[in-house]
């Protein structure tokens, strides 16, 4: 098997001698991208070639890393690329990244997508919790990348649940509260509101803003040794070399800035670092393996570098590179300024125009309301003008029932007459008739037959007198009727409906130029650090009930002692730094 293994190997490297090129991947933080390069290259090639297709210029920050057995090493750039410890099967793989960090972003970052590389790796960092983010400013950090993604708060747009598939927090951060990601949601949209008038690149600047005040931001650990046989962590960065306790990577035990230090030298496993001050005696510890320590010594001659570098007055090219950025910053500025003002304009011009259309809206809506008044109106005089026809009608028809009365009740009244005067003259002939019955007596026997017929016709008469009682009384009754009077005509009342005539005039407001003076002096420090700290400590207050203190790890535990004490990564810098590095030589030997 191991002789098929060499055979094999034996194989590969024979192709890679007669090929003339090669195959690279090279992953960033964004995306993957891959090169066929010369087998004669070197690593500086190899790199020229990737900050040329991402367009980077500040290429001193970043590096190509790549794995090695169990641990990582960077491309050197004066070495044939084919001739390092790379993988061996192609592409060969690489991962363009930072190597080094600034001390202050904001200062040294000069073009945008430097801020942007960097932006992106410090968050990643974060989230897999290469670097521990206290709660609070975790969600002031989700906050400034939201923002930086999505741009300015719309509340019509960035709707409830519109988070729910971002990774924003880590999860440490998210077990430990007793919280929903709605909640989570909740608190980061508020602060995400407060952004409001940033761009992208301003958002990312202050999410570094905030990163590197945290403590193990732009740090490398190494497991090292000191001559006692202590095990504890080596710390590189941009400020120097730190020494911390292994369960401890918050608080350095003591510090040895870049200026400090006069060489670094390592034999085998063995480092050596000598002081600047020439009364100090040298310091060693020891590294776990051979390739570590060249690691641990190309970082730290390039912070070593750089910073010296920021200490000196600008090279030619940084200085053109911040005097073009100065320029496009301004430029930006202007631009953003008038687009503000052109936003604010249309804003202005949609409320009028909303508030037409709510005028013109409530005016079509009275016009509809007047019209069915004027319409309900006219059907009203309509129904109104037939009735008064009828009643005009019914008032002759009437007036023609009560003359034909009136006619009939004067014939009544004639034929009622005459028979009265027969009735008083029937009345005359019965008294008459009653007087002679009683002188004639004596001829009543004789005249009886007579006296009977008289009789007979007196029933008659008194028959007819009742008959013509009851048909008297018929008469008076219907004589009693009475038309009823005409009523008033009623005509509809004339409606009227003016509408004025509404006018919006909107005058383009003339827009001068927009000119502005980029800002001479930066806010100090302590004021920024002190509005910051009111932010976190607020959004730490929102929480604090919520928190699940079993849950926290060993980490949370000391950066909140560090807390309560007041301990900060650069005061605590400050303050280890007071001593001398002779005592501090003596008291890291003694660890």
């Known amino acids: 098997m191991a002789s098929a293994l060499a055979a094999k190997m034996g194989f590969s490297s024979l192709m890679r001698k007669q090929a003339k090129t090669f195959r690279v991947r090279i992953g960033t933080v964004e995306s993957d991208m891959e090169f066929s390069c010369e087998v004669k290259w070197k690593g500086k090639d190899l790199f020229d070639l990737v900050c040329r297709t991402l367009g980077l210029r500040e290429t001193w920050f970043f590096g190509l890393r790549y794995n090695v057995k169990d ?8 070495k044939k690329v084919l001739d390092q410890e790379v993988p061996k099967e192609e592409p060969i793989t690489f991962h363009f990244l930072a190597k080094f960090y600034p001390e202050n972003a904001e200062e040294e970052l000069v073009q945008d997508i430097t801020q942007h590389l960097f932006f992106l790796q410090v968050k990643r960092k974060i989230l897999d919790e290469e670097i521990h983010c206290p709660p609070e400013a975790s969600v002031l950090l989700a906050s400034y990348a939201v923002h930086a993604k999505y741009g300015d708060y719309d509340p ?70 000191n001559k006692k046989g202590t095990d504890l962590l080596l710390g590189v960065d941009a400020l120097g070399l730190h020494i911390y306790e ?66 000196r007055v600008d090279s030619l090219e940084v200085q053109q590179m911040k005097a073009q950025a100065r320029e496009e910053k301004a430029r930006k500025q202007v631009e953003r300024q008038r687009l503000q003002r052109e936003k604010q304009l249309r804003e202005e011009a949609e409320r009028a125009r909303d508030e037409l259309e709510r005028r013109l809206f409530q005016l079509q809506d009275e016009a509809h309301m007047a019209n069915e008044a004027l319409l309900r109106s006219e059907q009203t005089a309509d129904l109104l003008a037939e009735k008064a026809q009828i009643a005009e009608e019914e008032a002759k028809l009437l007036a023609q029932k009560a003359a034909e009365a009136e006619t009939e009740m004067q014939h009544f009244k004639e034929t ?155 005061n605590n810098f400050k303050k280890l730094t007071l001593q001398s590095t002779k005592t501090r030589v003596a008291f890291f030997e003694e660890l």
Request: with cysteine.
């Open 416 to 570: 009622a007459i005459r028979g009265q005067k027969e009735w008083w003259l029937m009345e005359q002939k019965m008294l008459e008739a009653e007087m002679l019955a009683h002188k004639m007596v004596e001829e009543s026997e004789r005249r009886a037959k007579e006296a009977e017929q008289l009789k007979q016709d007196l029933q008659e008469a008194r028959d007819s007198e009742r008959r013509a009682k009851h048909k008297l009384l018929e008469i008076t009754s219907k004589a009693m009727y009475m038309s009823p009077g005409l009523p008033a005509d009623s005509m509809p009342r004339d409606l009227s409906f003016s509408r004025e005539n509404v006018s919006f005039d909107f005058k383009d407001t003339d827009m001068k130029r927009l000119s502005m003076e980029i800002e001479k002096e930066k806010v100090e420090y302590m004021e920024k650090s002190k509005h910051l700290q009111e932010q976190l400590n607020e959004l730490k207050t929102e929480i604090e009930s919520l928190k699940l203190k079993e849950r926290e790890t060993p980490l949370d535990i000391i950066h909140n002692h560090n807390m309560e004490q007041g301990t900060s990564k650069h």
């Open 71 to 78: 641990t990582v090493a960077w491309l050197k750039m004066e």
């Open 246 to 311: 292994p369960h401890n990577k918050l608080t350095p035990k003591c510090s040895f800035p870049w200026n400090e230090i006069r060489n670094i030298s390592y034999s085998d496993k063995e480092f050596t670092i000598k002081p600047l001050d020439k009364k100090t005696n040298v310091f060693k510890f020891n590294s776990s393996r051979l390739r570590v320590n060249k690691l641990i010594l190309q970082l730290c001659i390039g912070n070593h570098d750089l910073f010296m570098r920021r200490r």
């Open 156 to 225: 019509d747009v960035h709707k409830r649940g519109f988070l729910a598939k971002e990774e924003l927090l880590p999860k440490r951060v998210i077990n430990l509260y007793q919280m929903t990601a709605e909640m989570w949601e909740e608190r980061i949209t508020a602060c995400y509101a407060e952004h409001r008038g940033r761009t992208r690149d301003e958002a990312e600047m202050e999410y570094l803003k905030i990163a590197q005040d945290l403590d193990m931001y732009g740090v490398n650990y190494f497991l090292i040794r």
